[in-house]
């Protein structure tokens, strides 16, 4: 199977469950473009600017650690073919295959939309995470700046957030990371896979490489920022083997903090990441895929509440004793400190704080 360089989905294989794939051809150019041009191979990067009317999203999810988070982009130009949120593309009638890591959103006004909520009287802080659906510090947030503009507000009113990243690029925020810390207002997780850089290009082919990923923890370690190793996802059979490496790099670098989380394939990352085995790895794509059944209860995907998050049976009682001695034995059992919401002042619409 022919794989598209730079990307990390296969194909542009679209959704069945809101009938994009069903949809038939209206007679416009772009229904014969294929047929006249050749298939594109080297799809190019476009975005679309989205101004929504709101952008705290809550949840209730007993499987997730915060009530509300931030999304400042709709797909991810990292293109990690394990990408839990592809299935979300779907919803705009667009493919959570190659149009998910090609055809982008941006919502420019977010830190606007996010002031104005913050700003409702019946608001109570608690911490807003970063990076929960799409990567915060992917390639266009050196154009756009909404996460540091969201960053910069967070500090202005004195509310919490954490971030979830796979780039380095959050280094060039270390300005405002370093003030949050000395707040306890931050907490700043970088997720690694492995520490193959070949290995990672074919798995995320435009996030940052390992090595830049780990140099970003120590940095941080060494600024005082809270920092956080995720090994995540694990994947049988492909990155499971360097779970204690990637401990070990870590520790040495600083973090005491770690965990880890298996790979899910919800809706239709299953068949894409299927293509995906078939294309890089196809001498082990049944056993991967055998190992996952068994941890996901016979199926490709868990998507029950509480068990989605915890997988079970042989493999996944081996990766989490495999966890559990290797953390302990680097003195990598710190659990996240509770961030401090007692700072936050509700900002006016005027961009001036609230004296009550």
């Known amino acids: ?6 990307r990390g989905a296969v194909s542009g294989a679209a959704s069945t469950r809101f009938n994009l794939s069903a949809r ?3 007679g416009d150019w772009l229904d014969a473009m294929e047929t006249v041009d050749g298939p594109s191979r080297n799809p190019a990067t476009t975005v679309t600017e989205e101004h929504p009317r709101s952008i705290l999203s809550f949840n209730k999810s007993p499987d997730v650690p915060f009530d509300r988070s931030v999304n400042a982009y709709r797909g991810c130009e990292h293109g990690c073919i394990y990408c839990f949120a592809r299935p979300t593309h779907a919803f705009h009638d667009l493919s959570p295959g190659l149009d998910f890591e090609t055809k982008l959103f941006a919502k420019p006004i977010a830190a606007k939309l996010l ?3 913050l700003a409702k009287p019946g608001y109570n802080p608690a911490p807003i995470a970063m990076g929960t659906n799409t990567d915060p510090y992917q390639p266009i947030e050196t154009r756009y700046r909404i996460t540091r503009e969201v960053l910069e507000l967070c500090l202005d009113v ?16 270390l300005d405002l990371l370093e003030k949050l810390a000395t707040r306890n207002l931050i907490h700043v997780g970088i997720s690694v896979t492995s520490l193959d850089p070949v290995l990672s290009q074919k798995l995320e082919p435009r996030a ?10 120590g940095r941080l370690a060494e600024a005082g920022v809270p920092a956080h190793v995720s090994i995540a996802p694990v994947i049988p059979s492909i990155t499971d083997s360097f779970m204690e490496s990637i401990l070990e790099d870590a520790a040495a670098r600083g973090i005491r903090s770690a965990s880890w989380i298996v790979i899910r394939l919800p809706h239709e990352v299953a068949p894409l990441f299927r293509e995906w085995l078939e294309a890089h790895f196809p001498e082990r794509a049944g056993k991967v895929m055998a190992t996952i059944r068994s941890i996901r209860g016979g199926r490709d995907n868990d998507p029950n509440f509480v068990t989605r998050m915890k997988p079970q049976g042989v493999w996944a009682d081996l990766f989490r004793r495999r966890f559990r001695v290797a953390a302990s034995r680097l003195g990598m059992n710190t659990p996240h ?3 401090d919401c007692t700072q936050f002042r509700r900002p006016s619409l005027d961009g001036q704080l609230s004296l009550l």
């Not at 919490?160 to 780039?167: A, D, L, N, R, Y």
């Not at 940052?208 to 923890?217: E, F, T």
């Open 1 to 6: 199977m022919e794989t598209i360089k730079g």
């Open 24 to 26: 038939e051809a209206d």
């Open 115 to 117: 002031r104005e909520t």
């Open 158 to 173: 004195g509310h919490p957030v954490t971030i979830t990243t796979k780039s380095d690029r959050v280094l060039r925020d």
């Open 208 to 217: 940052a490489s390992p090595a830049k990923r780990m140099a970003a923890l």
């Open 337 to 339: 400190v509770a961030l």
